[in-house]
Structure formats: C-alpha cells, structure tokens
C-alpha cells in the first residue's frame, strides 16, 4: 500500500462545477498536511495547508480527518485556470519525510 | 528575488556519463532537498541537507551523491548516469522541520539513453 493515495482522475468538469479531491495516508503519526498544485511540466508551488479544523481559501476548502486518515480538497466555481494536478503531501518530523502522493488530474472545460 | 533556480533545465546523457545538477537559493534557507518525478508516481526525495556541510539519504539515494559546500547551494551528482534515472529533478527549499512550505525550482528533465 502506497504511503499517501490519491484518485488519478482525471476528473473533467465544466466551468462553474464544485470538484472534490480525497487523499488518504498510511502513518498514523503523520504531522502536518498540504495540497500542491502542479501545472503541466512546472514546479509543484503550495495551494494551502491542511488542518483538523478545516480551513478555508476563497474557493478551495481543506479537510483533515485524523481518524480516517484522509484529507479531502473542494473547489467550488470551478475556473479553466483550475486545470492542473493536486498533490496531497504529508509530513512527520520523525525520519524527516515528506511525502507526496502522486496526484489527481483536474481539466476544468469551457 | 530568484527563489530556487536549476540548471540546467534539460540534459541528456549517455548511459555512463556523468554530470552535475546545481541549485542555489538566495532565500537563506537551512533546509534543501532534491527529488525526482516519474509518471504515475509522486516526487520522490532522493538526498537532503539541514544545513550547510550536511548531507542524508533520502528515499531513493542509489546512484546519486550529493554536496552542500555553501548553505545557498546544493549539487545533485550522477556518477554513471542509467536510463533508469531519467526523470525529471526539482530541488526544493524550505526553512525549516515544520516543512510548512516548500519552494521547488523549475525542474531539470534528464534523459539517459
């Protein structure tokens, strides 16, 4: 079982459409949480952390579910310029690791 | 303000060529990290440092070396480059554990043939 799993997608959806994204992680001891966007061929730059109470950036919702283990990303409205790959990450200090999942495909259409 | 820059941006390699991939952040960060992306994978680390004249191994370090003579910047060797290491590298910064951001440099794409 991979460390942190996400759906591949991709995930096709009109202009305007709400799209949610799940990522689920192995290591209980699991610190800290983020999304990342990633463009075609560019570097991965960070969209927002990830914290239990959930948190909120204009139209990107976050979620984190210790129990379960999964941490969730809604977009609302969704924008062409929402096209792109959403990569959960996950970090615990112990063995200083970071670890990324390997993404879900957005493609967001006219 | 640069950031993390990379070079170069693309390379290609014969199998058993060497070469050396430079990164420089001019944020003044402690924390540096290489890692490599292959399809249907998430980035990997390969090596990284806490500071400078440190140096660890990542998830996947075989057949890479890494050096951090200065705390700006962080090299990334191949000593006998295999196709199995083309991929495309980002070398990433950050300040420090908490890791609440990463900064990532444009990407290097490495083929080995």
């Known amino acids: 079982r991979k460390e942190v799993e996400q759906d591949p997608g991709p995930f096709n959806v009109p202009e305007g459409a709400t799209v949610a994204f799940n990522c689920t992680y192995s290591?209980?001891?699991?610190?800290?949480f983020f999304w990342y966007r990633q463009d075609c061929r560019k570097e991965p730059k960070l969209l927002m952390s990830?914290?239990?109470?959930?948190n909120e950036d204009g139209r990107f919702t976050a979620q984190l579910n210790r129990a379960s283990q999964y941490i969730s990303l809604l977009i609302r409205d969704s924008k062409l310029s929402d096209s792109a790959t959403y990569l959960c990450v996950v970090f615990w200090g112990g063995g200083f690791k970071t670890i990324f999942g390997a993404g879900t495909r957005l493609f967001v259409k006219a | 303000n640069a950031g993390v820059t990379q070079t170069p941006k693309f390379r290609v390699l014969k199998t058993g060529q060497s070469m050396t991939l430079l990164c420089a952040q001019d944020m003044n960060h402690e924390y540096m990290y290489w890692y490599r992306q292959d399809p249907g994978m998430g980035l990997r680390l390969i090596h990284y440092?806490?500071?400078?004249?440190?140096?660890a191994k990542g998830e996947v370090p075989d057949g890479y070396n890494v050096s951090r003579l200065k705390k700006q910047n962080f090299l990334l060797g191949l000593e006998s480059a295999a196709p199995s290491q083309t991929s495309v590298y980002f070398c990433?910064?950050?300040?420090?554990?908490?890791?609440?951001?990463?900064?990532f440099g444009s990407g290097t794409q490495l083929s080995v043939l």
């Open positions: 990433a910064s950050s300040y420090g554990t908490t890791n609440e951001k990463l900064f």
């Open positions: 990830v914290y239990s109470s959930g």
């Open positions: 440092s806490v500071g400078e004249g440190t140096t």
């Open positions: 290591n209980s001891a699991s610190q800290s």
